[in-house]
């Protein structure tokens, strides 16, 4: 049987973008979340069945927050990530979530799933990762794994993530060229990499304002480079 040069290259690009989901269970789990017993209380908003009716609620008021809070730094949100709470740690453990972690994101062609254990749910560490769900919205699949340094990633989301522990003077703060790669910026002291990622983003963003991030990722998405585009928006070019 012969197979057409297109059919092979369409036949790749489904195993390069679905293999990484085949081979993590947590992903698969997450994937398949409308198939389990988590409850769906409001479109792409799960919890597990162990939440009461008022945790339910306050649920859906900590998911309006963070959104919101979101929509106030950047601008409306475009994104709609599934998010999954979980009640406890061992529950999130099955969609990725493994202590100290209160929360993930997995990233995939197709949209973003947001896992958080009972610690993650709040509206800073959601907020957090709703960020991080809108910038690979935004910049697309292959740029968000292949373009973009893991503290530009993590500055956009610090900057709606107001936990006392990542605010700090500045001083004796890690150089942004050392945090480039996702285990690079996960390793050595992570709250101070956290924080200057966070002052970073925060000093950039100033040149040009918060609103036109968007814009920025915009540019990178359509194949605009990230070093020299980020340089000429320092500048306020």
Known sequence: MKFSKRRILSGSLIVFFLYPAYVQSHVLASVAINLSDY?????????????????????????????????????????????????????????????PVPGTIH?????????LNDEGNNVDVLAHELAHAETAHRVGYIEWILGLPAWFIEGVAMQVDYRERYNASG?????????????????????LNYTAAKYELASWLKVNGNQGLYVFLDKTRSGESFCSTYQEYASGN
């Not at 990233?107 to 896992?115: A, T």
């Not at 001083?171 to 709250?191: Q, R, V, Y």
């Open 107 to 115: 990233v995939l062609p197709w949209g973003q799933y947001i896992p």
């Open 171 to 191: 001083k004796n703060l890690p150089s942004m060229s050392t945090l480039t790669t996702g285990s690079e910026f996960h390793s050595g002291n992570i709250t």
């Open 39 to 99: 409850i769906e209380i409001q479109p792409n908003l799960y919890v597990d069945d162990l939440f009461t009716g008022e945790e339910q609620e306050q649920a859906i008021v900590t998911h309006t927050e963070a959104r919101q809070r979101v929509a106030r730094t950047y601008g409306e949100l475009a994104s709609n990530p599934v998010v999954i709470i979980s009640s406890n740690s061992s529950r999130a453990e099955r969609y990725g979530v493994k202590q």
